[in-house]
């Protein structure tokens, strides 16, 4: 049973609007959310990450929205440019258990931004 | 300073092979993390040490999988014998401490058992 879940394989947007990612958790231990970026035959390379003491962490271009009661969280990308074509996963983590170092993924979000 | 370095990148293996896949973490960082990537799974963490001592094997997926770390720079995740199921890409990362912000994945080792 996936416990975190990207309903959109994948997302096409113009250069220089808003990208939307989304994704959803059903494991109400999870307390601190993650975005990983990827590119083609290179690793996942940390984005940006949320607390669940928070709602929102902002980091230039990139925003992450955390919605606790709905289990969702969303990254958004304003503006969009070509560089950020990328494979994007959602992670996140639990801290109780001892088990603070364990990511759960998503399968990820295939971005592709158009010149 | 190098990233998390794994070797080799590819291998094309034959199904009964024995399979040993390397990883080097970032100095100075004491956990590390066996990953696999399939289509059908995603992500999933295979083992994680802690100062070279494995902690969590839960999802290493059968006894054909093994991992060692002899020491704080030096892992190997071995498989034997390989099957063409266990075709995928295998990450290995490393982070500082464990429960750290960010965990540093190196390049992967893609995996082909014919």
């Known amino acids: 049973d996936q416990q975190v879940k990207q309903n959109s394989p994948s997302l096409s947007v113009q250069e220089g609007r808003i990208s939307i990612l989304n994704c959803d958790y059903t494991?109400?231990?999870?307390?601190?959310f993650l975005w990983y970026k990827k590119y083609p035959a290179e690793g996942p390379t940390f984005l940006i990450s949320?607390?669940?003491?928070?709602d929102k962490n902002e980091d230039g271009r990139f925003t992450v929205f955390l919605n606790k009661s709905a289990k969702h969280l969303s990254l958004h990308i304003v503006p969009s440019q070509p560089g950020d074509s990328a494979v994007y996963f959602c992670?996140?983590?639990?801290?109780?258990?001892?088990?603070?170092?364990?990511?759960?993924f998503g399968k990820g979000t295939l971005l592709t931004v158009n010149p | 300073d190098a990233g998390v370095i794994q070797s080799p990148r590819h291998e094309v293996t034959e199904m009964g092979q024995e399979v040993t896949l390397r990883c080097k973490p970032i100095?100075?960082?004491?956990?590390l993390f066996w990953y696999r990537q399939t289509m059908m799974r995603g992500l999933e963490l295979l083992i994680y040490?802690?100062?070279?001592?494995?902690?969590?094997d839960s999802g290493m997926p059968e006894d054909r999988f093994s991992a060692k770390m002899p020491n704080a720079s030096f892992s190997t995740l071995k498989i034997q014998p390989s099957e063409p199921r266990d075709s995928a890409v295998y990450f290995c990362?490393?982070?500082?401490?464990?429960?750290?912000?960010?965990?540093?994945f190196g390049p992967g080792t893609r995996l082909l058992v014919l």
């Open positions: 949320i607390s669940s003491i928070k």
């Open positions: 040490f802690n100062n070279n001592v494995p902690i969590d």
């Open positions: 100095s100075g960082h004491n956990s």
């Open positions: 494991n109400s231990m999870f307390d601190y």
């Open positions: 990362a490393s982070s500082l401490y464990e429960g750290a912000e960010t965990q540093y």
């Open positions: 992670a996140a983590r639990g801290n109780s258990g001892g088990s603070n170092y364990k990511l759960t």
